[in-house]
């Protein structure tokens, strides 16, 4: 059972920065190391439907981005220390949401469905002020 644990949401002024982390633990999927296993974070926002942000395959060579988080936001993985992160510049309002990590049981491409992703966290919730 692989268990995902997000950290780094918070209440920020627009214009400023989170960096949200995902430390992954437990036995990842079958004869899967964590470096096998590509990696995503989804958002919610109130009364919305949970929308893909961003992915990384399993080396970390290959990565997804929402295109309207492009530029701003960025996907990164650290597989020595099972970790996943997401560094969030210049925030907006209309990020607000919950965030949340989850693993896929694969490595390339890198999926941008719900329905990919097999474990998910239980999600920090990120609040942007205007």
């Known amino acids: 059972q692989v268990q995902l644990v997000e950290s780094g949401g918070g209440l920020v002024q627009a214009g400023g920065s989170l960096r949200l982390s995902c430390a992954a633990s437990?036995?990842?999927?079958?004869?899967?190391?964590?470096?096998?296993?590509?990696m995503g974070w989804f958002r919610q926002a109130p009364g919305k439907e949970r929308e893909f942000v961003a992915g990384?395959?399993?080396?970390?060579?290959?990565?997804r981005v929402l295109e309207s988080v492009k530029g701003r936001f960025t996907i990164s993985r650290d597989n020595a220390e099972n970790a996943v992160y997401l560094p969030m510049n210049s925030l907006k309002p209309e990020d607000t949401a919950v965030y949340y990590c989850?693993?896929?049981?694969?490595?390339?491409?890198?999926?941008?469905?719900?329905?990919?992703?097999?474990?998910w966290g239980q999600g920090t919730p990120v609040t942007v002020s205007s």
């Open positions: 990384i395959s399993g080396g970390g060579t290959s990565t």
């Open positions: 437990g036995r990842t999927f079958p004869a899967r190391t964590f470096s096998n296993t590509a």
């Open positions: 989850a693993a896929a049981p694969r490595t390339y491409p890198v999926p941008d469905s719900q329905s990919a992703y097999i474990y």
